[in-house]
């Protein structure tokens, strides 16, 4: 199994940037993607799912999947200072939660840096 995110790099406040989360050696139409987020030294935190988004990114952030190209995407919008962090994309069975320790697999990450 092997989730490969690209797309991060450097933006001013209020821009965008759109994450990718391509995925090989799974199904990928019966596996559920989540998106999370770590700054440093704070904890990993759950960003979206298709089930939902936390609250500091709702209305600014889309997720989307693209099954015949098993890859996931994370459209970033207006984004803010506090947004910068490495982002990750992960995968479990089925169904989608806010957890990151209920994902058995996960991406390398991309580090997304948004200035003011």
């Known amino acids: 199994v092997q989730l490969v995110e690209s797309g991060g790099g450097l933006v001013q406040a209020g821009g965008s940037l759109r994450l990718s989360c391509a995925v090989s050696?799974?199904?990928?139409?019966?596996?559920?993607v989540g998106w999370f987020r770590q700054a440093p030294g704070k904890e990993r935190e759950f960003v979206a799912a298709?089930?939902g988004y936390a609250d500091s990114v709702k209305g600014r952030f889309t997720i989307s999947t693209d099954n015949a190209k098993t890859t996931a995407y994370l459209q970033m919008n207006s984004l803010k200072p506090e947004d910068t962090a490495v982002y990750y994309c992960?995968?479990?069975?089925?169904?989608?939660?806010?957890?990151?320790?209920?994902?058995?697999?996960w991406g390398q990450g991309t580090q997304v840096t948004v200035s003011s």
């Open positions: 992960a995968a479990r069975w089925m169904t989608t939660t806010t957890y990151p320790n209920q994902y058995p697999y």
């Open positions: 298709i089930t």
């Open positions: 050696g799974l199904t990928f139409s019966t596996y559920a």
